[in-house]
């Protein structure tokens, strides 16, 4: 072997050791070799190499399995810092993390008018000053959790309905911008990969993750890597039908469960079962009006005992407890985790879903299938897509372009 392939072997050594310790948390050397395939004698030349290099270090933390106590690996925190984005409610959030997945510094950013355009020129007009206020610089690479459907590539958002942004090179706006390398990630499965490896879902190794918000959107993680799909679709649960004969969603096709679980179905719903049962709240609040209800409203109402708003919801988590089921059947994982406004909001919305699923999926599969709810909140989508980002190009974080 001539020394330039001697020296690439050693550098995706290295890689494979950080990007396994990274994803699966701290980890023994006997692990290692089990998960990366590499010999013992190459992982033990590559952590004293990663060692020395203040990438990795040994924890005080140890385990015996009856003989020799094994020490744990872990990953050095403040070796770097890598940046992530996550756009949400009319506002980015940015912060940079460590490898281990601390917050060192985070900021929000409100975006007037969400055209296409605006929003990533307000984000891109920050980065760099952001960068500068870090007590270190951070590697040239750029995680975002996107709203809508991302390309394979990772670099271009190919439709957000909603927003009316169609075919958008991300990716290439923030290398001409910036000269950073980017990597795109629906913002839903990034905030399902954070959670998977920090939140409320660390402790499984095969699990989905579903945002529910003003869009609906699953993840799904088998060993602790988010499964992108041949176009990057693999998750889009919004447009499974549920309802053959339900109403018609924006996509074209009916009952789909975009239209009968999102924010946005709740809240007609809601407007709908209050007026045809004439129930008149503005004696109650004379500021009231119906069109100015939002989700987040009527699953507080739910938790106090309204009984129209209990129904509403009750009914949407019905839906999404029958797609629960099916993915169950269908997937077969060790969790599902549930975030997004809706299940933030309300536990009566989790606890139907739960029910659902258990009572429609095959027994012996559903018993083994923990439900939870996310835990990181509005800090998950930027951790998840910088860890996105560094699955991907982790070459650019640690050993440079």
């Not at 050594?13 to 701290?26: A, C, D, E, F, Y």
């Not at 549920?242 to 074209?252: A, I, S």
């Not at 989790?350 to 599969?365: D, I």
Request: contains cysteine; proline residues 5%.
């Amino acid at each position: 072997m001539n020394g330039n392939a001697e020296m690439n072997d050693q550098k995706g050594s290295k890689l494979k050791i950080i990007q396994t310790i990274r994803m699966m948390g701290k980890v023994s050397r006997i692990n290692l070799t089990r998960l990366t395939g590499l010999s013992r004698a190459t992982i033990s030349l590559s952590i004293a190499e990663l060692i020395q290099m203040n990438i990795v270090q040994e924890t005080t933390e140890r385990y015996s399995t009856g003989g020799r106590p094994a020490t744990f690996l872990e990953l050095v925190p403040n070796s770097c810092y890598v940046l992530g984005a996550d756009f949400a409610n009319r506002a980015w959030t940015l912060a940079a993390f460590d490898p281990t997945g601390e917050v060192h510094r985070k900021i929000t950013i409100p975006v007037a008018n969400p055209t296409a355009e605006e929003t990533i020129q307000t984000l891109l007009e920050e980065i760099i000053p952001f960068a500068r206020q870090l007590d270190k610089p951070p590697v040239p690479l750029l995680g975002i959790g996107a709203p809508g459907l991302v390309d394979a590539d990772h670099s271009t958002i190919r439709s957000v309905p909603e927003l009316g942004w169609n075919n958008i090179n991300l990716g290439t706006i923030v290398s001409k911008k910036i000269g950073w390398t980017s990597v795109i990630i629906n913002r839903h499965r990034a905030r399902g990969l954070a959670e998977c490896r920090y939140g409320s879902g660390q402790q499984y190794t095969n699990q989905i993750y579903i945002g529910i918000g003003s869009g609906i959107a699953a993840g799904i993680y088998i060993d602790r890597r988010l499964l992108p799909g041949t176009r990057g679709g693999a998750g889009e649960i919004a447009h499974s039908t549920v309802e053959p004969d339900g109403p018609l969603c924006p996509c074209g096709n009916n009952g789909c469960l975009h239209v009968l679980s999102s924010a946005s179905a709740i809240e007609q719903e809601f407007r709908k079962h209050v007026r045809s049962r004439g129930i008149n709240y503005s004696k109650q609040d004379r500021n009231y009006d119906l069109q100015l209800v939002r989700a987040t409203d009527i699953c507080l109402a739910a938790e106090q005992g309204d009984e129209s708003a209990a129904a509403v919801i009750r009914m949407a988590a019905s839906y999404l407890g029958i797609v629960m089921a099916n993915l169950v059947n269908l997937i077969n994982p060790e969790a599902i985790i549930l975030g997004g406004s809706i299940p933030n909001s309300s536990p009566l919305f989790v606890q139907t879903a739960t029910e659902v699923m258990h009572r429609r999926a095959m027994h012996s599969l559903a018993a083994g299938t923990e439900v939870k709810v996310n835990k990181l909140k509005e800090i998950g989508g930027a951790l998840g897509a910088a860890n996105f980002a560094l699955d991907e190009k982790a070459e650019i974080s640690m050993f440079g372009p």
